[in-house]
């Protein structure tokens, strides 16, 4: 029997990278799902491929660090689906790569816009409607940034490290109402966002970081996305009804019960 047979999956961010993989992976194991993002070509590039493989998938342009964005977002993904039994926080940027006193402000804000509050944002439309019918999953993609210091990602580590507070907080307030919440550390990804930050070049990120992350590349050392996206497939589903408040990468949650593909 399919994982997630019947079950409706908000995917934000879902049009690439990360986001794509679990829409792919999730729609295989059974599920509807809705993807966002505020890009179409991507939307439309990651729904023919759902559909091409048999899936059902629903796109929806929106802006996740617009509360009415977001709001409209849900209406209609109910609308399509009638309800959601699983949110996943996947939509983030990588922000401004910057020493603290040279970070431009609206740059500041967009990142925690987009990669925290659109978090919350998403948590607080989905979670009246997940308690009225009975429970559901919220599982949000947070960083190693989150618990690391690294020079010069500071807006970016601030948002994922919110995120694993965030998910915390919510699994404590969420415990009586069947509402599983938790974080994900998918570890550096061979994606567009790390092609985006390797094209900064060392004159943005600094020679030593810079080195660190063309290594990264060139040794081979990007965890595919399918891995993570395979995780969160068993995040969404009831084999992982006893987990709640927990971050952390694939040997964390294996050490939960988890089982790597």
């Not at 179409?40 to 493989?53: G, T, Y």
């Not at 998938?57 to 709001?71: E, G, K, L, N, T």
Request: net charge negative; proline share 3%; with cysteine.
């Amino acid at each position: 029997m399919m994982k997630l047979q019947n079950k409706s999956i908000l995917i934000t961010g879902g049009g690439r990278g990360l986001g794509r993989s679990i829409a792919v992976a999730a729609a295989s194991e059974g599920a509807s799902v809705t993807i966002l993002s505020r890009t179409v070509e991507d939307l439309k590039q990651a729904e023919d491929r759902i559909h091409n493989e048999g899936g059902d998938c629903y796109s929806i342009v929106a802006d996740v660090s617009d509360p009415h964005a977001v709001h409209h977002a849900v209406e209609q993904a109910i609308q399509h689906y009638k309800t959601i039994d699983v949110l996943v926080n996947n939509a983030a940027v990588i922000g401004p790569v910057r020493f603290m006193e040279d970070t431009d402000m609206d740059a500041w804000e967009k990142t925690l816009g987009i990669n925290l509050n659109g978090a919350f944002f998403f948590c607080r439309e989905v979670v009246p409607i997940m308690l009225d019918k009975g429970g559901g999953k919220i599982i949000s993609v947070s960083s190693g940034l989150g618990r690391m210091h690294f020079p010069r990602f500071s807006a970016y580590s601030v948002s994922k490290a919110g995120i694993i507070q965030l998910t915390r907080s919510l699994s404590s307030e969420l415990k009586d109402g069947n509402i599983q919440v938790n974080a994900v550390d998918p570890g550096v990804m061979d994606t567009t966002m790390q092609e985006e930050i390797r094209a900064r070049g060392p004159s943005v990120l600094g020679e030593g970081v810079y080195q660190n992350f063309l290594a990264y590349k060139e040794q081979g050392n990007l965890r595919d996305p399918e891995e993570i996206a395979h995780l969160v497939v068993y995040l969404a589903s009831q084999k992982s009804d006893h987990l709640s408040g927990h971050y952390g990468g694939i040997g964390d949650y294996a050490e939960l019960g988890y089982k790597p593909a």
